[in-house]
């Protein structure tokens, strides 16, 4: 306490209950392609129908790899993905275009969110009046269209059956038409507010040809305009946030047709002298519906392993983001050992999980298809931070309503997860418990106990039938050749769970004295949580170590801190033999030797 200089009673408060946390063992991360969604942006994603809403259905490009972040959520509810894209394009709608006319727009690539933003002033020189959310060519399923007061009051001088169409959707929807918002009103303006309609034209999103997607009610032209909530009610803020289809191009596009820009560096602002916004106005009544069908979008061509690896490492920082199982998919050796090496055995706080190429063991040859997986496997080296399995498996796809081969590794990690839920983190995910592979009609080949045996020794974990079982994980070890504790998936992911939450317990000896007090405060933040894992089977016995022994003078001077934390972790079984004796029927049991 600090010293007084006059009598008093001074009362403060020290809190000596801190706790080792609980840590998540269960965020799976995956990269890959898609025909929609943010790129190179981690999105959390929690079922198989947000993945559809978000990233969008499989096709012929994309199926292995939507496919592999479903079946990671068939098991588990807490999936990162980040999108690869290889030369796609956003669809756009042009300048001024009427409800009729899909004008051709400039060709634009927003990947994201950021993108958009650090793009401002550029897309601000193009003539897009609206871009499509995210590049692909589902893009070009969208229509978006926005009306102001000339819009919504225009006549019967509409001749052109799509633009009263349009304006009768508009009518159908908004129980009124845009006018002026009170912040304009108040400014001394008028005719600012407007309505945007983003429609399904081609049915792609929804399954409905002309299924309105979202309707967007009393937007201002007006950039520094709020909403009664102190939100911006700005028409790009709003398209920005809450859209999921689409952003609006260059603002200067409603500049030009719809409001009064002097003077000039207050054009679009409320801080205009007489804010009065001209309405939507062109050469007829169509025309003052502005917008139109999107067109140009691309889905490019098919992702390469550096595009693939800079998705992966969106996942590196540890301190950014958290996560447990790293899934590759179908990525290629080369990618799968960069995730292995470079990010999980970087972070050293999640486990990475890899199957072999497709053409390794679908439809191969049986001669020379152990030596290829052994080959591939060798390839990735030794790790303990990774974990690969032998096969494909063959499911049903039911938005294309076909049968496909999608790799083994998702399912892996789900099981990891899944065990995560139903016991802990240091139980194996293997075996008739927790071992069973869900959404499968077979496996790509079915190796036979010889061949198990051989794969394990590679440390490459089998999958097999088994009769009333199911299809199961018959294996528990991690990518490291040598036999220690940590060859095994439950004895790698228990260290991680230690060294992760007493990690997080330690930041509070930060700044602390390096004295007697501290150290005893340590122990006794560590000790209880060893013993509470101890009690659910994680370890067998521990003994913490933090007193002047391990730090001494020199390692107080130098400002450092140790605490030795030994364990001993349980193992699973690998190996039962059960030896059946027969006996005389003379002999007492009670005499035979155990």
Not at 580 to 592: C, N
């Amino acid at each position: 306490m600090p010293f007084q200089v006059s009598p008093g009673v001074q009362v403060t408060e020290r809190d000596l209950t801190t706790v080792v946390p609980n840590v998540a063992t269960t965020i799976g991360a995956f990269a890959g392609q898609f025909q929609w969604g943010p790129v190179l942006e981690r999105i959390t994603i929690t079922t198989e129908n947000e993945l559809v809403k978000t990233f969008g259905e499989p096709d012929d490009a994309t199926a292995e790899y939507f496919w592999s972040a479903a079946n990671y959520l068939a098991y588990s509810n807490n999936l990162l993905v980040v999108r690869a894209v290889n030369n796609a394009i956003n669809a756009v709608i042009g300048d001024h275009a009427g409800s009729d006319d899909s004008a051709a727009g400039v060709a634009r690539v927003v990947q994201n969110g950021d993108d958009y933003d650090g793009l401002e002033n550029t897309i601000a020189t193009e003539k897009n009046l609206f871009i499509a959310k995210y590049p692909g060519d589902l893009g070009n399923s969208l229509e978006a269209y926005m009306l102001d007061s000339a819009g919504w009051d225009a006549g019967d001088t509409i001749v052109d059956a799509p633009t009263i169409a349009i304006r009768n959707k508009f009518r159908a929807i908004f129980n009124s038409g845009p006018g002026t918002s009170a912040d304009v009103a108040a400014a001394g303006g008028s005719n600012d507010e407007v309505h945007v309609l983003v429609i399904d034209k081609n049915g792609l999103f929804t399954g409905t040809a002309g299924e309105v997607l979202e309707a967007h009610a009393f937007l201002s032209k007006a950039r520094d305009s709020k909403k009664f909530d102190g939100s911006s009610n700005y028409v790009r803020t709003v398209l920005r946030n809450e859209s999921k289809y689409v952003w609006l191009g260059s603002p200067l596009e409603i500049t030009a047709l719809s409001e009064d820009a002097s003077p000039a560096a207050n054009a679009g602002s409320l801080k205009g002298v007489n804010t009065t916004f001209k309405r939507i106005n062109g050469d007829t009544d169509s025309e003052k519906i502005i917008g139109g069908h999107l067109a140009g979008g691309a889905a490019g061509t098919a992702i390469t392993a550096g595009q693939e690896e800079a998705a992966y490492l969106l996942y590196l920082d540890p301190e950014t983001v958290d996560v447990s199982l790293l899934i590759t998919g179908p990525a290629d050796p080369v990618t799968g050992k960069k995730v292995i090496d470079d990010i999980a055995a970087t972070r050293k706080d999640c486990v990475a999980f890899v199957s072999p190429q497709k053409s390794t063991v679908v439809n191969s040859l049986a001669s020379t298809r152990v030596a290829n997986i052994q080959s591939e496997k060798t390839s990735f080296g030794s790790s303990n931070y990774g974990v690969m399995d032998n096969a494909w498996k063959y499911q049903y796809d039911r938005y294309r309503d076909l049968f496909l081969y999608v790799p083994m590794n998702p399912d892996i990690a789900g099981l990891c997860a899944r065990t995560d839920l139903s016991h802990d983190a240091w139980y194996s995910p293997a075996g008739l418990t927790r071992g069973t592979i869900k959404n499968i009609v077979k496996t790509s080949w079915e190796p036979n106990k010889a061949e198990r045996d051989t794969l394990y020794q590679s440390s490459v974990n089998p999958i097999t039938t088994q009769q009333g079982a199911g299809v199961l994980l018959f294996g528990d070890k991690t990518m490291q050749t040598t036999p220690t504790a940590f060859d095994r998936i439950n004895v790698r992911r228990l260290f991680i769970l230690l060294e992760k939450a007493i990690a997080n317990a330690a930041k509070a000896m930060l700044f602390e004295f390096n004295d007697e007090f501290t150290r005893a405060q340590f122990v006794n933040i560590v000790a209880p949580f060893l013993r509470e894992i101890q009690g659910r089977r994680g370890i067998t016995d521990f003994k913490v170590v933090c007193d002047s022994s391990n730090n001494t003078g020199q390692v107080i001077d130098t400002n450092n801190f140790v605490g030795d934390i030994y364990v001993k972790p349980t193992r699973s079984i690998n190996f039962i033999q059960l030896n059946f004796i027969a006996s005389r029927s003379d002999v007492s049991f009670s005499e035979i030797g155990g």
